[in-house]
């Protein structure tokens, strides 16, 4: 998805504020920033403020207006502080992030956030299909831009790890070696386990049900790797082993 998906400034005044932008979309794993039109940048503020993220600054585009920034664009999601005179239907954050996450499978996608003091221009918005607001306090209910990313950034992640397309604390490339075993290989598993516990007389003359139902609870919390499945069934097949050496019929 991340490719797909841009992250649009429109008019940022505050250097400082596109650099911490840019860090709060690294942080989720987003790195396409398309500014339009900021006012001072590239900026040693942003850079200051991009810490590990000045890559996202160094890569980022600039557009003259935020028409030609999401010319390509099959979906785009404007935030906006307040309800504008442009009537506009109106996401949660979780349905946009959702909606922006489906629609970057068959192309580009934008998410536009305003200038600090002024927000988008009504031209602007009428370019957006729907609009974001966040349920901020109805009395102060206008975030720091790199806020307002931060949060948005933070639901598409959300988005992307609920669909498997990034997995959480780590590797972005998924190997399945180390994703959840299939079902077929997990059943496998159990097979094997419930032949060993009857070998071994583990139920003695009691019914099995409980145990294995545990036990089965017990291996799908924890979700283990084709890896370690065979970890697993090696360690049953060589006591099945020892348990026939000791017991030559
Ligand atoms: N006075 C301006 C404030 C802009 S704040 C206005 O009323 O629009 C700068 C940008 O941060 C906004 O354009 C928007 O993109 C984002 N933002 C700030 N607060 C937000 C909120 N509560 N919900 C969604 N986006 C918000």
Do not use: C, T
């Given at each position: 998805m991340s490719e797909n998906l841009r992250i649009v400034l429109v008019g940022t005044q505050h250097p400082g504020n596109i650099g911490s932008a840019a860090r709060a979309m690294k942080t989720m794993g987003l790195s396409r920033l398309v500014l339009v039109a900021p006012l001072r940048f590239p900026h040693h503020e942003a850079d200051a403020l991009a810490a590990g993220a000045v890559d996202v600054l160094a890569a980022a585009e600039i557009h003259a207006t935020l028409a030609d920034a999401v010319a390509d664009c099959r979906l785009v999601i404007a935030t906006t502080a307040r309800q504008r005179t442009v009537p506009m239907s109106e996401l949660s954050a979780k349905a946009a992030a959702q909606r922006l996450r489906e629609e970057s499978k068959l192309g580009a996608v934008a998410l536009v956030f305003g200038r600090e003091r002024t927000g988008l221009e009504n031209e602007e918005l009428q370019r957006c299909h729907v609009a974001v607001t966040l349920p901020a306090n109805p009395d102060y209910s206008s975030l720091n831009i790199a806020a307002a990313v931060q949060i948005l950034a933070y639901e598409l992640r959300l988005a992307m790890l609920a669909a498997g397309e990034v997995v959480a604390n780590g590797?972005?490339?998924?190997?399945?070696?180390?994703?959840?075993?299939?079902?077929?290989?997990?059943?496998?598993?159990?097979?094997?386990?419930?032949?060993?516990?009857?070998?071994?007389?583990?139920?003695?003359?009691?019914?099995?049900?409980?145990?294995?139902?545990?036990?089965?609870?017990?291996?799908?919390?924890?979700?283990?790797?084709?890896?370690?499945?065979?970890?697993?069934?090696?360690?049953?097949?060589?006591?099945?082993?020892?348990?026939?050496?000791?017991?030559?019929?």
């Open positions: 590797r972005e490339s998924a190997d399945p070696e180390l994703e959840p075993a299939s079902q077929r290989e997990i059943e496998g598993f159990f097979a094997h386990l419930a032949g060993y516990l009857e070998q071994i007389d583990f139920h003695k003359g009691h019914s099995p049900e409980i145990v294995e139902q545990r036990l089965r609870r017990l291996f799908l919390r924890a979700q283990p790797a084709p890896r370690e499945l065979r970890i697993l069934r090696g360690i049953l097949s060589d006591s099945q082993r020892l348990l026939r050496l000791s017991r030559p019929d």
